[in-house]
Each structure stands twice: as C-alpha cells, then as structure tokens.
C-alpha cells in the first residue's frame, strides 16, 4: 500500500511537490510552531498566552513522538523505485531512520486541537490532514505511524487544551477563559 501511494503521487508532479512542501514546512513541527508564534504576536493578554501555550502543547506532542521513535526504532518502509532521496520521484528527505510514530503527524494534529480552538474559522484542520497524507505520498511512513503520530498529538493537544485556554480547575468543561480582546485568533 505505502509503494502504491507513493507511485501515485511520484506520477504527478503537482502532487509530489505539494507533499514534498508539506514535508519540508512540517519538518520539526516548524510550520506549526511558526503559526502557534505568529497567533501569539498578533494577541493580547489572555490570548497571547493562550496562543503560545497551545504552541507548547504542538512542541510537546513532538518531542513525545521523538521519544517514542527511539523507544519503538521502526524503521521506515523500503520503497523498490531505485530512486531514494532525489527530486524525480524517490522519497523524500528525512530526518531520521525510524518512523513510528510520525513526528509530523504528532504536530499536525496537535496543532489541529490546540489552533482549532482559538481560531475556529482558520482551516488548520485540514492543513494537518494533508500534512499526514504528504507523508505516505512521500513514501516515508506507513498508515500506522501516521494514525499513530495523529493520535498521539491529538491526544496531548486534547488533555493539554484546558491548560492552554486558561480554565480554571471549577471551569466547565466547554467553556474557555480566552476572550476576544483585540488580537487577531
């Protein structure tokens, strides 16, 4: 399955080169920690910290899946297209052996919870899913490490999110403490 993704998207140039972007703007979890400072820059007060709590929580569910990668070591799929690390179609560049989970799935996700939540309009959503689809076109994970990676940071923005938007231990539990107050969300 991983080989036949990968052809797929290696056969259309649009496509290879989208997920190599994606790839390469997720790369440890820069993408999404640039966007989680950026938030911050253009808030205020209580939603300035809201944004680079959220941005933590992204880093956070990152370095969990790095350690994770060097508890689990599973390397990543063996693709027979003879053209490994080249801009022709062959995989693309990492930066390292093992892929379970996938670190940039982890922040995708991560940052699809934590953003969602103080920019609910912003399709960050559905940047993180095309984030975890680059990397089975780029031959670099199997479906497992990304729905691994995607849990995993998912999970973490989820039980970190209450934190992240200031509620108090007696907050209800959809309620948040973050209020408009003149930064951009």
């Not at 497992?144 to 200031?166: E, F, I, K, T």
Request: overall charge positive; some cysteine; charged content about 20%.
């Amino acid at each position: 399955m991983v080989a036949a993704v990968h052809r797929w998207g290696a056969a259309r140039p649009y496509v290879r080169g989208a997920a190599r972007g994606l790839s390469l703007g997720g790369e440890h979890a820069a993408m999404w920690l640039a966007a989680g400072l950026a938030g911050a820059g253009l808030a205020e007060g209580e939603r300035r910290t809201a944004w680079l709590r959220s941005t933590a929580l992204v880093a956070g569910a990152h370095a969990a899946s790095m350690v994770l990668k060097r508890i689990v070591r599973r390397p990543r799929p063996e693709l027979d297209d003879g053209r490994a690390d080249d801009d022709s179609g062959g995989r693309a560049r990492t930066a390292g052996r093992h892929g379970f989970p996938s670190s940039h799935a982890a922040s995708s996700a991560a940052a699809a919870v934590a953003f969602g939540a103080l920019a609910p309009r912003v399709p960050v959503a559905p940047l993180a899913a095309a984030v975890c689809l680059s990397r089975l076109v780029a031959g670099v994970h199997y479906p497992s490490d990304v729905a691994a990676g995607a849990l995993l940071g998912a999970g973490a923005a989820r039980l970190g999110r209450g934190w992240a938007l200031g509620r108090g231990p007696g907050a209800p539990a959809g309620g948040t403490r973050v209020r408009g107050g003149g930064g951009h969300g």
